[in-house]
């Protein structure tokens, strides 16, 4: 068996394609989406990140501003920032990006962005209305996997979803959305004692861990769905994800494949969220 591959190159095209379409309407209304995104600091992946976030808003013609700071920014000073952000009505979404230099508390930083504003899904206004039920702003990479998952039209509702990973930003938002959808869902992690004795229960796997070749085909059940969050090198310096993915496609009815699976999504949320701010900003 080869599983069908879930597309997030086709799906993010699809998905940003309606983003213009909202972004444009929403301009013609004299109310343009607009994203601010704040690095603070030299850090070499942060600076691609952020160049691909603001790149996306352009594409989509969505307004976005890059707002550059040394790493020797006070906690102080970018606090203003933030403040000055939520204040300005032309920004409907706040993306300060991760990790910020060692002297600046992260936490309280997401914690004075406006709630509203909050696309990345980060503030605990945003993982509590997740934890509810209630409207909020879901963090993005786990939001992008639960649209692929949409993408393949089965329905979750009873179905064993093991997650591998307990992060704030992915792995605990990704259990609390396939739960939402009516999933049985069990989450592993770095203590757990038997992972393959769960893995092989799951009709859903999503392995965000950060480790090569931590799913192998032996773990995965036959027609199970495969995600995966994983970004890693091997040894040749090439990117490939957590899944071992040329055993595990033998065996999966669905995988995502790294590159061009939950890569794409996350920067597709991201301005998901941002137009869905400025809509209900303009509501
Ligand atoms: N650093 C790595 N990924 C992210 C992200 O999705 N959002 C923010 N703010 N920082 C990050």
Sequence with gaps: MTAK??????????????????????????TPPGLAVVLVG???????YVGKKVQACQDAGLYSVLERYGADLSEEALLERVAALNADPRI????????????IDAQKVIAAIA???????????SAGALLTGTPGFWSCTPYGCMKLLESTGIDLRGKHAV??????????????MLLQKNATVTICHSATADLKAHTLQA??????VGRRNTVTADMVKPGAVVIDIGMNRNE???????????TVKEVAGWITPVPGGVGPMTVTMLLVNTVEAAERAAA
Excluded: T, W, Y
């Excluded at 709630?115 to 206004?125: T, Y």
């Design 5 to 30: 591959i879930m597309d997030g190159n086709a799906l993010a095209a699809q998905l940003r394609a309606d983003v213009a379409r909202r972004s444009a309407q929403l301009s013609a209304r004299g």
């Design 92 to 103: 409907h979404g706040i993306l300060v990006q991760l990790p910020l230099p060692k002297h």
């Design 236 to 246: 040749a310096g090439k990117l490939c994800g957590d899944v071992d993915f040329a």
């Design 203 to 208: 009709d859903v796997i999503v392995a965000a």
């Design 42 to 48: 030299e850090d070499p992946a942060s600076q691609v």
């Design 163 to 176: 997650v591998i990973g307990r992060s704030n930003n992915v792995g605990k938002p990704m259990a609390l």
């Design 115 to 125: 709630p509203e504003k909050d696309v990345d899904g980060f503030h605990v206004a």
